[in-house]
């Protein structure tokens, strides 16, 4: 079964502090995986999208790791603002129609002064 | 602002009410969709259209009904709800429906159905 299985649920972090938050899928076969951002009542954004050959990819101080062997993402928050508080979503293309994607639940970030 | 609106942002309806929800986008996208998000939930795709045309449809109840009058606009008439169906409702929009494209997403209409 696809499925895309993130963790932690919620995490509290000091600003100014890294994180890592983690996303393990069982998607078969896979085409990409993507890091969404979503702030409280507002749509998801998309920070960073990889596909099966590409290991890292960053943008600004969020960086993606992906292993492709061991069906792992990561997503790093480098010096953590206030304004990386939001839910972080992992999605993943799943067997299927085009279009058809697996999300995750998500990790609800909150980062305090 | 990622070029996708929704409206209204907030809805209470009683269950014999009947309601539409709209979105459109601004990105001259040809896929538009509807997701579904509950509480501690993956977001639950419910309809995909591809050029005005439903090719979607993940056995949603009847009592939402989706219509795309053109790719611009995307509607979900809603009736005769359920308590279970109050959630946050996503529109969102892609330059295909393929996988690889970003999906952009409006912000939402949180639904509450009393």
């Known amino acids: 079964k696809n499925q895309v299985e993130q963790s932690p649920q919620s995490l509290i972090i000091l600003e100014g502090k890294n994180c890592t938050l983690q996303c393990n899928y069982t998607v078969s076969p896979f085409s990409n995986l993507r890091w969404y951002k979503q702030d409280t009542g507002r749509g998801p954004v998309s920070l960073t999208i990889m596909t099966f050959s590409e290991n890292t990819k960053s943008n600004g101080r969020y960086t993606a790791t992906l292993d492709a062997d061991t069906k792992q993402s990561s997503l790093h928050i480098t010096a953590s603002q206030l304004s990386d508080s939001a839910s972080y979503i992992c999605v993943s293309k799943g067997g299927g129609s085009q279009g058809n994607l697996i999300f995750g639940k998500g990790t609800k970030l909150s980062v305090k002064p | 602002e990622t070029g996708v609106t929704q409206t209204p942002r907030h809805l209470v309806m009683g269950m014999t009410n009947k309601k539409s929800l709209k979105c459109e986008q601004h990105l001259g996208h040809n896929a538009m969709y509807w997701y579904k998000q509950s509480a501690k939930k993956p977001l639950e795709l419910m309809f995909v259209?591809?050029?005005?045309?439903?090719?979607e449809n993940n056995s949603v109840p009847s009592r939402f009904s989706p219509e795309c009058p053109n790719s611009s606009h995307l509607f979900l008439h809603l009736h005769t709800l359920q308590p279970e169906d109050s959630a946050l409702y996503l529109c969102?929009?892609?330059?295909?429906?393929?996988?690889?494209?970003?999906?952009?997403f409006g912000p939402g209409t949180r639904l509450t159905v009393l």
């Open positions: 969102a929009s892609s330059l295909e429906v393929h996988a690889y494209n970003e999906q952009f």
């Open positions: 259209y591809n050029f005005k045309e439903q090719t």
